[in-house]
């Protein structure tokens, strides 16, 4: 089992940028598949992006493409967002989260996922 901490949300400016942090603890980082979803207000969990367990591939939304890096250090047992050019759009709760896979396999939709952290808030400014 592993525990997930999301930290680095806040409150931005459009344009800006934020790098989001998940620290992983229990289980080592490198046996999950990770991904990073975001909850707006009144609207569903929608996929961010998504790392294998290698980090050898990566998967974004098409509305964050180009603008959104995910990356990991399994050394570390870290995750992270790297976001920017940041919209108004962008304004939710982001969710790390976490589940057993294949080395190279990524993952797109929330159910797959079986770990999740509490979430951090970001908001962007017009």
């Known amino acids: 089992q592993v525990q997930l901490v999301e930290s680095g949300g806040g409150l931005v400016q459009a344009g800006g940028s934020l790098r989001l942090s998940c620290a992983a603890s229990?289980?080592?980082?490198?046996?999950?598949?990770m991904g990073w979803f975001r909850q707006a207000p009144g609207k569903e969990r929608e996929f961010v992006a998504a790392?294998?367990?290698?980090?050898?591939?990566?998967d974004y939304a098409d509305s964050v493409k180009g603008r959104f890096t995910i990356s990991r250090d399994n050394v570390k047992n870290m995750v992270y967002l790297q976001m920017n050019s940041l919209k108004p759009e962008d304004t939710a709760v982001y969710y790390c989260?976490?589940?057993?896979?294949?080395?190279?396999?990524?993952?797109?939709?929330?159910?797959?996922?079986?770990?999740w952290g509490q979430g951090t808030q970001v908001t962007v400014s017009s």
């Open positions: 229990g289980r080592t980082l490198n046996s999950y598949a």
């Open positions: 989260a976490a589940t057993l896979g294949a080395y190279t396999s990524i993952y797109r939709r929330s159910a797959e996922y079986e770990y």
């Open positions: 790392i294998s367990r290698s980090g050898g591939r990566t």
